[in-house]
């Protein structure tokens, strides 16, 4: 068997594989890291054949979904999963089998309602459910720590005290540990009685994740986060430095159009000289009239560089070829004191 835990911040994904068959399952990917899954794959041969969220993720940026798309393979979760892009949904006492290994399915909700365990021979894959030293928070959407308090002491605890545990989130980098580790030392499950450990969990006062509302939405949905947004359009379109663009400005390069698609009242704050005004959200409808040339180039800046991605990359899929977009924006021209002009437009 292989096993591979791939740690993102204090995130953890795991790939487990068949050496016989070389199918493998990856479980809990987070979107950043969809490069390194499928080298790690294929640095050990391992095909991987199914992808599973152990639970809804509240707090990062699942890339199961992604990765079904890429690879034409199944995305497994819990049948409490409200997730439209899940193939295969699972319950307590299945199994999958990954060639011929049997991660076996344990519902185990209570972080969230569709949370799951997952059991693959002397080791438990316990998703968010318990933690090393701790245990997932129930204060988040459908969260429940009365259902909790059931999935770990009348569940889990109860199964071989030797098996190793390996969380979903592990932010003090302990890597793994076992059941009977967690039963003598986490301060969690030192409660064993019901009503003070849903009074504990009640009152631990966390701060909201980050990034809760996208990680949910997109999760929930299979839309895409921002940065995806970002990834796919940077991808589609060439960049200029905002030394390159000062000295052609300079020189009054014959044929470059300049476009900002910041707002008018940014615009007549301070442009780049010569800048033409078209903000992002009248672009579509009205770059006929405004960029009648379609194969002439187009620098197309805004405040902060991400704006002015998109808008590019738009401008690409509408036809025009030589649609660019400057690595920098206009906050970091000023501040790098490089020419600018206030007032109408030329
Ligand atoms: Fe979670």
């Known amino acids: 068997m292989i096993f591979e835990q791939v740690a993102t911040g204090g995130c953890q994904s795991y790939l487990v594989g068949c050496d016989e068959t070389c199918a493998a399952a990856l479980i809990d990917p987070e979107i950043t890291q969809i490069d390194r899954y499928l080298a790690l794959a294929n640095k050990h041969g391992m095909r991987i054949r199914f992808l599973i969220d152990t639970h809804t993720h509240a707090d990062h940026f699942s890339a199961t979904q992604e990765l079904a798309r890429r690879l034409e393979v199944p995305v497994i979760m819990h049948r409490q999963s409200r997730a439209p892009f899940v193939d295969m949904r699972v319950d307590d006492g299945e199994m999958v089998l990954v060639g ?8 185990t909700p209570g972080h969230t309602r569709d949370s799951m365990c997952l059991q693959l021979a002397d080791r ?3 998703g968010d459910t318990l933690l090393i030293g701790g245990t997932g928070r129930t204060d988040l959407p459908t969260g429940d720590a009365s259902a909790l308090y059931d ?8 199964l071989d005290p030797k098996l190793l545990v390996y969380p979903a989130h592990d932010y003090r980098k302990q890597g793994h ?7 003598a030392s986490n301060p969690r499950l030192q409660k064993s009685d019901r009503t003070a450990f849903v009074e504990m969990m009640g009152n631990l006062n966390l701060n909201m ?3 809760l509302t996208e990680a949910l939405r997109t999760n929930m949905s299979g839309g895409k986060t921002v940065a995806q947004l970002l990834g796919e359009a940077a991808s589609k379109v060439s960049f200029m430095s905002m030394e390159e663009l000062k000295s052609r400005v300079a020189s009054d390069e014959p044929g470059l159009l300049v476009l900002d698609v910041r707002e008018r009242e940014a615009y007549l704050e301070g442009h780049i000289p010569g800048a033409k005004l078209l903000p992002r959200g009248q672009l579509e409808l009205r770059v006929n009239q405004e960029l009648p040339d379609p194969t002439r180039r187009v620098l197309v800046y805004c405040d902060l560089g991400k704006v002015s991605t998109l808008a590019a990359a738009t401008l690409r899929e509408m036809g025009y070829a030589r649609a660019v977009a400057l690595d920098g924006g206009m906050v970091a021209w000023s501040e790098a004191g490089y020419p600018e002009k206030a007032g109408t437009e030329p």
């Open 100 to 107: 011929d290994l049997r991660l076996r399915v344990l519902y």
């Open 124 to 126: 438990l894959l316990t």
């Open 151 to 158: 999935s770990l002491f009348n569940r889990i605890l109860k």
């Open 177 to 183: 540990s076992t059941l009977e580790r967690e039963l």
């Open 209 to 211: 994740p980050t990034h």
